[in-house]
C-alpha cells in the first residue's frame, strides 16, 4: 500500500506530521508534497524543520516537480490525504486546477477514483469554502473538516490531534487504535 501525503499552507501541519509519523510506524509506503507556505506554517507553529518531515516520509517532492510517479494516473496509490488543506488547495482542487504537484496529484486521484481526503482547515467558512467543498465532494473527494470531537475527553494537543489522523486512516481504511472511539456507553 502506497498513500501520498500533502500538507498545504493552511493552520494545522502537525495533523499531516503525524499522519506520516503514524504511517511509517505501519509500514506504509508514503508520497510527500509539502508546499512552500506549509514549510512556513512548519516554522510558525511546530519545531519540526521541513527536512525533519520529508524524512518521515518514504519519497519527498517538490510542489513544482510533475515528473514524480504520482502525477501519473498509471502510477498506483491507495490514496490521497491532504492534512491540512488550506482553502486555496481545495479551490484548485475542486475547480480541476492542476498547476502544482499537490493538485495534480489530487487530481489523479479523483480520475482514478482513488480515495482523496481533504482535511480542510479554515474558519468560518464563506460561501464560495463551501461551494468549493460541494464541488470536490461531487467530484469524489472525502472533506474532513479538521473538527476533533470531545466525547473521548482529551487531555492534550496531541489527543486531539489523533482523534483526526485516526478518522483520516479510517477513511483510507487503515487500522488504527491511535483516538477513543465512540461506544454505547458514552
Known amino acids: 500500500m502506497e498513500i501520498t501525503v500533502g500538507i498545504s499552507g493552511a493552520s494545522g501541519v502537525r495533523y499531516g506530521i503525524r499522519l506520516l509519523e503514524i504511517l511509517a510506524e505501519k509500514g506504509i509506503r508514503t508520497h510527500l508534497i509539502l508546499t512552500d507556505a506549509a514549510k512556513q506554517i512548519m516554522e510558525i507553529e511546530t519545531d519540526y524543520k521541513p527536512s525533519d518531515v ?88 472525502s472533506i474532513l473538516p479538521a473538527c476533533p470531537g470531545f466525547y473521548s475527553r482529551p ?20 487500522e488504527n487504535d491511535i483516538y477513543e472511539r465512540w461506544s454505547e456507553g458514552k
Open 54 to 141: 520529508e524524512k518521515l516520509a518514504t519519497c519527498s517532492y517538490s510542489q513544482k516537480d510533475f515528473s514524480a510517479p504520482i502525477a501519473s494516473g498509471s502510477y498506483r496509490t491507495a490514496g490521497m490525504v491532504i492534512a491540512p488543506c488550506s482553502m486555496k488547495t481545495l479551490g484548485a482542487v475542486a475547480n480541476g486546477v492542476s498547476d502544482t504537484l499537490l493538485t495534480r496529484a489530487a487530481d489523479v486521484c479523483l480520475k482514478e477514483e482513488k480515495k482523496l481526503i481533504l482535511m480542510t482547515r479554515e474558519t468560518p467558512l464563506n460561501l464560495i469554502h463551501l461551494e468549493n467543498m460541494v464541488r470536490a465532494k461531487k467530484a469524489g473527494a
Open 155 to 174: 487531555k492534550t494537543l496531541e489527543d486531539l490531534v489523533d482523534i483526526m489522523v485516526g478518522r483520516a486512516l479510517d477513511l483510507l481504511g487503515i
